[in-house]
Structures are given as C-alpha cells and as structure tokens.
C-alpha cells in the first residue's frame, strides 16, 4: 500500500518535471495549449488521476491555465518570477502578423498521416517520378561545384532552362531578367517587401489563395478585391477602381487554373489586364504556377506574353509539378526589376540552395521532367475524372462545381446555406481535411475547396461518402 503510494508520488512528479523544463527553458512559450490529459496519461504511461493531480500543482504554481471547454494552457501572463520572456506579446505587435487560426490548423492537420486529405494542394507521393528524380539526385554529385554566394538569383543553368520555357509560351527574357526564388511564395514576399510601400492597395480576385496569407498586409497594405464572373476578371470594375485609386498599387492574378475556384482566363482578358496596366501603370504579379497542370488543352499564354509594357512579374514553381519540399521558384520580370530583387534577396539569405536547383536542372536537361509531366497529367486526369464521378453520385442535388480542366482542385459550392465551419470540423472528427472556402475570401461563401491530387481513389470515396452522411445527418437531401 506505502510502496504504491510512493510510486503515485513519485509519478506525478514526474510530469510537474517534465512541463516545468518545458515552460523554464522556453520551448513552451505562454498560452501555448498543453497536450490533452489523455495524451499525457498515454505518453507517461499513468493514470489520468496522476496527470489531474500534476497539473493542479502547476496550476498553483501559477505556470499553466485552464481555459473552460478548450483545454490546459501555459499561463498566458507568467509570473513576474518566470525568467520567461513573453513572446505573445513580442509577436503581437510584430510587422508581420500571424497566421489566422483556421489557417494554422490546416497547416498542422496537413502533417497528420493519418488523416485523408482531401483538400491538400500537394501531389500525392505516388505522383512524385521518384526514380529518374532519384538519378537527378544523384548527379547533383557531379554538378555541385558553387562556390560564394555568388549575385542571389540563382544557378546559371537553371535560370537558362527557365529562359527556353518561357520562351515556349511567348515570353522573351535573358537570365539577367529570371531569379530563382525558394518557392513562390517567396517570389511573392519579396515583391511585397521590395516593391510595395506603406498603404500600398493590392488588387485580387476576390476569392484568392492570396488571402489565406498575410503576405500582402505586413506594412499597411490593403487588399481590394475584385469579382471573378462567367470565367473570367471583371476588367469594368477594376478599371472604375484604377480610375479612382490614388495610392501605389499592383494587382496580383492567378490567371491559369485558379487556386482555389480552378477557373482560367481567357486570353482576350489578359489582354485587357495588360492594356489596364499600361495605361494606369500598374504593375502585374502573375502568378503562374498551375499552368503545366493542364488536363485537357493547354492554357492561353501568360500576361507577360502580351504586355508590351514590360509591367509584369511572372512568377512560376516546381512546387506543384514535382514536389514543393524543393522549395524551388522563380519570377521573371523587367532585368531592372530582378536586379533591386535580387538585392533584397542577397540581404535576406543569399539565395535559394543550389542543391535542388541542380537537381531540377538536371531533371530538366535530360528530359525526364516533360516525361514526368506527360505521365502525371494521365494520372490526374484520370484522379479528376473518378472524383467528379464520386461528386455527381452522390452530392449533385446539394452541391455544384465546374470540371476543372488543371490545376489540383475542385471547387465545391453548396446550393443552400450550410454551416461550412462545423461541416469542416465534423470531417476532421472524421479524419478528414477540406479547405473551407473562407480561408480564401473575406466575402462569405457557400464553398469548400477539395483536392484530385492529394489523396488515392480510396480516400476520394471515403470523403466525399463522410460529407454525404453529414449532410444527411443535417436533413440536407442528398
Ligand atoms: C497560387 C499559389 N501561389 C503560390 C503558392 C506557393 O507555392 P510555393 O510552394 O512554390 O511557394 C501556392 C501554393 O499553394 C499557390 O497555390
């Protein structure tokens, strides 16, 4: 009886240890969420009891909190006492502010294997060409002889098979004008931060991937958006608000297999863009990266292959057709333009690794990256076309969508007004993810954004057979 006694004492002690270091030593900074007491019971391998009667001992120590109905928190104002900083509030008043929360989640969740995902904007490992890509790794071997760190805007080879794609789709650049980024979202941040100004208007389609970011709202931006109609930009409305607009701007598209509503501009509104650009002289992000992801025609050309003003930053990545842990991109643009970029980019980190760059480079040069693209445009077509089947079975009469002819997406709006937020929340209790069209709009929307690419058949059937039966719980006629 002692001997079990001394064995609980010793236990929870163990645990008040544990978070104790945690919390001292900074690794858990305050109001960050405790794991549940049933992880904690699990993991120390104790009763739940032991895990209750620690975390009352911390609670008095005044280290952690309980937030009723949400869970055990390291106290948000530590004592004067903790030799802790308060990283909330440093992070609070930051220039760069946080993720939203809605947001954050998906990125956690996106790091569960075991959850489906079914709204991931990733290729699924079976779409990775992982044995040629595996010879390109190989011969990076050869290829690595960089040394310095060189101008920042990235290997000599790559930027030149970059200059050849652009060349195929109607865009003249030298290297001086290409810079190779670590992925577009980079490309996107260092525009904001080397070309826009305070209280800059960025201009976007409404609904935009653009908005489930703060990349274009850290030092007074604001973000305008503006209607995306039968397919394709409202140039009315834009060129009314350019009309008015007194302040710095630029306008940010995603012109070809829209991410999250898949849509594609039609060449004659790229036109009109560059025409607009010109005349109020506004500068153009095109943000390209869909474009080889075509599935039934190629796309029209770029923007920046009809803009005879030279307003157009395109950008592109490798992200979405071989894998984004490359962290790969580039922007091509006026030589002018990359030149104050690159200046940026060498004051930041002194550009991207060669070590992917040469992989691709490699990949690139030796023809296996048009085989790959060949090969993984069958395989999406074919995902594309079963998960349409799956949706036209069984969620025609609530739901509706366009067949989109690329990208990785399809873009589920629901005819009635349903609560978007808890059929999220009731799929992840089911193990699966979606992205809820609110991450990508401040306006409300009736949608949710699902993935062909990111999950196997299996999976796409499980899911969209979860979202039915939620429905039907919920008394929608499915
Ligand atoms: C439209 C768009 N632009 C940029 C990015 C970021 O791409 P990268 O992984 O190359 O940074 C994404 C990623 O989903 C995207 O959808």
Known sequence: MRESFLNEHYNYLKIVEYIEKKVNTGEWTAGRKLPSQRELAKG????????????????????????????????????????????????????????????KKINTL??????????????????????????????????????????????????????SYLQENGVQYSTNSILIVSGALQALQLI????????????????????????????????????????????????????????????????????????????????????????????????DIFRDLWLDSTPPPPIASVDTAGHTLLVGSFSKTIALTLRIGWIAGPADVIEKLSDLRMQLDYGSSYLPQLAIYDFIASGNYEKHLQVLREKLRQRRDYFIHLLETHLQEVAQWNIPEGGLFIWVTFREEINIRKLWSQLIDNGIVVNPGFMYSPYPNQSIRLSYASCTEEEMKKGVLSIKKILQAWSLKT
Not at 54 to 62: G, I, T, Y
Not at 116 to 129: A, M, V
Not at 261 to 276: F, G, S, V
């Open 192 to 287: 904001s931060l080397g070309l826009l100004q305070y209280g800059s208007n960025v201009f976007a389609q409404q609904t935009s991937y653009i908005h489930s970011l703060h990349v274009f709202r850290t030092t007074g931006m604001q973000m305008k958006g503006i209607p995306f109609h039968n397919n394709t930009l409202d140039t009315s409305y834009l060129e009314k608000q350019l009309r008015s607009n007194k302040s710095p701007s630029i306008l940010y598209v995603n012109p070809t297999f829209h991410n999250p509503t898949t849509e594609t501009m039609p060449l004659e509104t790229k036109k009109e863009i560059a025409k607009l650009s010109k005349e109020y002289k506004i500068p153009v992000i095109e943000d």
């Open 44 to 103: 120390f391998g104790m009763n739940r009891s032991t895990v209750i009667h620690a975390l009352e001992v911390l609670k008095d120590q005044e280290l952690i909190e309980s937030k009723a109905g949400s869970g055990t928190y390291v106290a948000s104002q530590l004592s004067p006492l903790s030799q802790q900083i308060n990283w909330n509030r440093y992070s609070k008043f930051s220039v760069h502010p946080s993720s939203n929360q809605a947001v």
């Open 110 to 163: 996106e790091t569960h294997s075991n959850m489906i995902q079914l709204g991931k904007g990733e290729l699924h490992p079976d779409l990775f060409p992982k044995k040629d890509f595996q010879k390109s790794l190989r011969s990076v071997a050869d290829l690595y002889d960089a040394y310095g760190y060189n101008d920042g805007t990235g290997d000599n080879r790559l930027k030149t098979a970059v200059r």
